[in-house]
């Protein structure tokens, strides 16, 4: 079974940056996409960006773009969200995901097309 487990989540204070990683295992993933996604308390899990396994076809929120970058070591089955520039609203808990069904298009967005989720890492930006 497909295993995913994010860290490096903090505190950390507006203007500044983060890197999160997620560390994937139990199968081998090819052109799969790996999603970035965030949930803030009371509010609905939000698609953050996108890349296939193998690296090309990245996508980003809007709210994020040129700001946050989606990276990859392939040996160690690891992906990374660099975040820079973090402002108050970045403020969530920020979930890796894995769709093995190689999403296309609009569905790449989409909570629901995503079957294997980590557990989470905080992230949480001061004023």
């Known amino acids: 079974q497909v295993q995913l487990v994010e860290s490096g989540g903090g505190l950390v204070q507006a203007g500044g940056s983060l890197s999160l990683s997620c560390g994937a295992s139990?199968?081998?993933?090819?052109?799969?996409?790996m999603g970035w996604f965030r949930q803030a308390p009371g509010k609905e899990r939000e698609f953050v960006a996108a890349?296939?396994?193998?690296?090309?076809?990245?996508v980003y929120a809007d709210s994020v773009k040129g700001r946050f970058t989606v990276s990859r070591d392939n040996a160690k089955n690891t992906v990374y969200l660099q975040m820079n520039s973090l402002i108050p609203e970045d403020t969530a808990v920020y979930y890796c995901a894995l769709d093995i069904n190689s999403c296309t298009g609009v569905g790449c967005y989409l909570t629901t097309t995503y079957g294997y989720w980590g557990q989470g890492t905080q992230v949480t930006v001061s004023s």
């Open positions: 890349e296939r396994w193998s690296g090309g076809s990245t």
């Open positions: 139990g199968r081998t993933f090819g052109n799969y996409r």
